[in-house]
């Protein structure tokens, strides 16, 4: 069984960091597609960014320039370094997982969420 498990959530001022980490058990990490999702209150769920496991990146037009990806295919872990972050940066970030080595379509793994609030 396919388990990703988030963790480095929590509060920030406007113009800080904050690294998530996206631990995965049960797969291989390095052979699959991954990314980060994350939803605001009331808003629907939406792609920050992706990695192939060619070392292919995506990433949102909001957050191109502030956020990075990257793997640690010793640990099976991923993580999402955020910088500068921003009010509207806030929400439940989601670890994902795609079943391809390329991130077409959906991912067909997550995680359960870590919850980011940027505020002062």
């Known amino acids: 069984q396919v388990q990703l498990v988030e963790s480095g959530g929590g509060l920030v001022q406007p113009g800080g960091s904050l690294r998530l980490s996206c631990a995965v058990s049960?797969?291989?990490?390095?052979?699959?597609?991954m990314g980060w999702y994350r939803q605001a209150a009331g808003n629907p769920r939406e792609l920050v960014g992706a990695i192939s496991r060619g070392g292919t990146t995506n990433f949102a037009d909001s957050v191109k320039g502030r956020f990075t990806i990257s793997r640690d295919n010793a640990k099976n872990t991923a993580y999402l370094q955020m910088n500068s972050l921003k009010p509207e940066d806030s929400g439940v970030y989601y670890c994902?997982?795609?079943?391809?080595?390329?991130?077409?379509?959906?991912?067909?793994?997550w995680g359960q969420g870590t919850q980011v609030t940027v505020s002062s």
């Open positions: 049960g797969s291989r990490l390095s052979s699959k597609a």
């Open positions: 994902s997982m795609w079943s391809t080595t390329y991130y077409y379509g959906d991912p067909i793994n």
